[in-house]
């Protein structure tokens, strides 16, 4: 028998008076997880604790033999020899290193701002032998306030880094020649490098009426 024709667009079976008019079925995607909890924030660790241990030398054994109850400390840390003195001890320190055991170069003298401490700032001196191709640090506490002993009659060097010392904390020597701003304007209100001085501080007054201008920022 000849082949049936069938009109085009009949095949497949005609879909049932039910299914007619239907959309089709979307799948329902699944429920999203929750976020797992975030963790909490570890906890501040604690400030490095310095791990200096005992500088013993004959050095170190004469400084205190002739300073006395005035050095508190003499320490090592990292292949860095330190001694820690009172206030008033510093000086004769440095004395007694540049006439008696050939430290006579200043390299640097600096301070540390701590605010919440008594003693608020650590006066620190750098010094170096060329004889021994040594360096030694001498550190020591003071107060705000407190005026440690110039030592400019022992280090000329010292005139113009004790001017930086107080020019950027506000700790005047005592007996120093010429005690006045190196590096900020003379007028210039508070003192840069103390850690209650913000870094984006200005003194607007002395910015109005040197530079004509309402804000340094």
């Known amino acids: 028998m000849p ?127 060329f004889a021994r191709n040594e360096r030694l640090r001498i550190k020591t506490a003071i107060p705000d306030g407190f005026q440690p002993q110039s030592v400019v009659d022992v280090h000329l060097a010292a005139n113009w880094l004790e001017r930086e010392v107080f020019d950027m904390f506000g700790i005047e020597f005592a007996g120093h020649p010429d005690m006045r701003r190196i590096l900020m304007p003379e007028e210039w209100e508070g003192y840069p490098l103390r850690k209650d001085y913000s870094i984006l501080r200005q003194d607007q007054r002395w910015v109005r009426e040197n530079l004509g201008i309402e804000s340094g920022q």
């Open 3 to 129: 082949e049936e024709h069938k009109p085009e667009g009949s095949e497949g079976p005609a879909p049932s008076s039910g299914e007619a008019g239907k959309s089709p079925v979307k799948p329902v995607p699944p429920a999203a997880k929750p976020a797992p909890p975030k963790a909490a924030a570890p906890a501040p660790k604690a400030p490095a604790v310095m791990a200096a241990t005992p500088w013993e030398s004959d050095l170190a054994r004469d400084l205190k033999e002739r300073l006395g109850p005035r050095v508190k400390e003499t320490s090592t840390y990292l292949g860095q020899n330190f001694i820690v003195t009172t206030p008033d001890g510093a000086a004769p320190a440095l004395e007694y290193l540049k006439l008696e055991a050939d430290f006579d170069y200043l390299v640097d003298i600096t301070a540390v701002d701590w605010p919440k401490r008594a003693d608020r700032f650590d006066l620190v001196y750098v010094v170096y032998s």
